[in-house]
């Protein structure tokens, strides 16, 4: 447990449970430990603490990050080309999400040596033209369906059920986050209360 602050593990799993109005017995129910040992657990005088297998779990039971539970802010910028390229991989192979063409304009520096052999830049604004992902809230029967047959039923049940995929819900939490991330980096919201919305942004998510 040397690898993070204990006294901060044991601070949100006690804000977690005054904000769910929750005691430690039933929390214990949930991940299979007696009051006792919670209490053990949660005292910021006893050395006791959680097992890497009980962060897990009580971090699944309340739906938020481990990283954020043991206090860890995940630094997007270290996440690897590899890692960020199997991501989007997996989305797309899915047809989770979808491929566009967006254009934006962009100031680009361009270093270059003068004459006298001094460094010095070009700063040119660039139009440039990306690939980018988006998660459609309508799937069309006509571009997923192998052959007529499976189309015919694929558009019945739209007909009858609708065509909305399970993106919907996450369109609505990107759209508030979005929001909510403005107003931080704005430095009108604390972290604390950042990291209080995000958690409720997303424990309105299925986690299938």
Known sequence: MSDFDIDILKKNVRDLLKENNMNQEALGKEIGMSQPNIC????AKDKKCFTVAQIFAIAEYFHVSIDWLVGHSADMNKLSQRSIA??????????????EVVTVVERVYKPYWDPDGYPD????????????????????????????????????????EGNETRNVALNTFLIKFLQILDIYKAGNLSEEAFQIVLKEYLGQLSDK
């Open 40 to 43: 053990k657990a949660l005292s």
């Open 86 to 99: 199997e991501l989007l991989s997996q989305l797309l192979l899915a047809e989770t999400a979808k491929p």
């Open 121 to 160: 830049c070009t700063r040119d604004k660039q139009s440039n033209s990306y690939k980018a992902i988006y998660f459609p809230n309508y799937y069309d029967p006509g571009q997923i369906a192998k052959d007529e047959d499976e189309y015919q039923e694929l558009d019945s049940i739209a007909c009858q």
